[in-house]
């Protein structure tokens, strides 16, 4: 069996050096593209691959016809939005995901952002503190719940908002529940977004929603950019000059927010969430051992599509 990793931002070498390990004790090749720039190198290197390990990859129809002998692909990370599910199933591939295995790190690049954010990009004027303001979090998976723990470190009160997880199970992790998404924006000084990409999120973060932070809110986004419309949230910080957007994916319109709302704007260059050794290795080794335990004992948990 053969199982490439493609991934145009490598993982650390020690997660790499973690996936040789699980597919060398399983008596497989291991092979690797990493920081390819042309779709064409990733075309050639699927087509004669059992099993495929990637990041923020697509993997849509074209790769999918490329990779005759593919059976599985694992995305290493939680968002899965990058590959086209339906074409996956239609060439008999099994596409799985890793849930819960880069959450912590996304979760503290939260913070890293809040910070640089509420202290004013480190300009040396005065900021303010997180201490006692309200976090709004915008669906409670396991990113949200890491978000949550560590809020509480900063000693903020924390709330959660989740279409699929119900008040009373928020309300266990010891996390007060809003009614709706409307009430979390209305009611919290900071929102981040934890929102998966799906045809009923795609630019539900719109002028209306974020409009109802209260003066001096933060949007912050780990999760999506296509969650986001732009349009509308530019309209908005252009009407409200006391919002500040966070965000660790750089928007279509990175350079009109960047020139209109400089000092409230921040776009990390490259997507940093997830770009820890840790949970390179939680996520590269984790899908490393799917793959295994799928095409040697079908095992499909995490299945997706
Ligand atoms: C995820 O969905 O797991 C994160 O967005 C991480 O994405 P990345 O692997 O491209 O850094």
């Avoid at 040789?20 to 092979?31: F, M, S």
């Avoid at 969650?227 to 966070?246: C, F, N, S």
Wanted: charged share 25%; proline share 2%; hydrophobic share 45%.
């Amino acid at each position: 069996m053969k199982v490439l990793v493609a991934t145009e931002k490598p993982f650390s070498k020690i997660a790499v050096d973690g996936i040789k390990a699980v597919t060398d004790a399983a008596g497989y090749e291991l092979v690797l593209l990493e920081k390819y720039t042309e779709k064409k190198q990733f075309l050639d290197a699927v087509a004669d691959v059992d099993a495929l390990i990637i990041r923020s990859d697509k993997v849509d129809a074209e790769v999918l016809d490329a990779a005759k002998n593919l059976k599985i692909v694992v995305r290493a990370g939680a968002g899965y939005d990058n590959i086209d599910l339906a074409a996956a199933t239609a060439h008999n591939v099994v596409a799985m995901n890793t849930p819960g295995q880069n959450a912590n790190s996304v979760a503290e690049l939260v913070f890293g952002l809040l910070v640089y954010g509420v202290r004013n990009f480190f300009n040396g004027t005065s900021g303010t503190e997180l201490l006692g303001k309200k976090l709004g979090i915008l669906a409670f998976g396991n990113v949200g719940r890491n978000v949550a723990r560590v809020a509480k470190g900063f000693g903020m009160e924390v709330v959660a908002y989740d279409a699929f997880c119900p008040a009373e199970a928020i309300e266990a992790a010891g996390v007060k529940a809003a009614k709706n998404q409307e009430e979390l924006f209305e009611t919290c000084d900071i929102v981040s977004l934890h929102i998966p990409a799906t045809p009923e999120t795609k630019q539900s973060i719109n002028y209306d929603l974020v409009g109802k932070l209260k003066k001096g809110g933060i949007l912050v986004n780990t999760a999506r950019k296509e969650v986001i419309d732009e349009a509308g949230l530019i309209k908005l910080m252009e009407e409200r000059t006391d919002l500040k957007y966070l965000t660790d994916i750089k928007p279509d319109a990175d350079a009109e927010f960047a020139e209109k709302f400089a000092g409230r704007y921040f776009a990390t260059p490259k997507k940093m969430g997830a770009q820890t050794a840790e949970a390179n290795v939680n996520a590269g080794i984790a899908a490393a051992n799917q793959i295994v335990g799928f095409l040697r004992d079908g095992i499909t948990k995490f299945k997706v599509n």
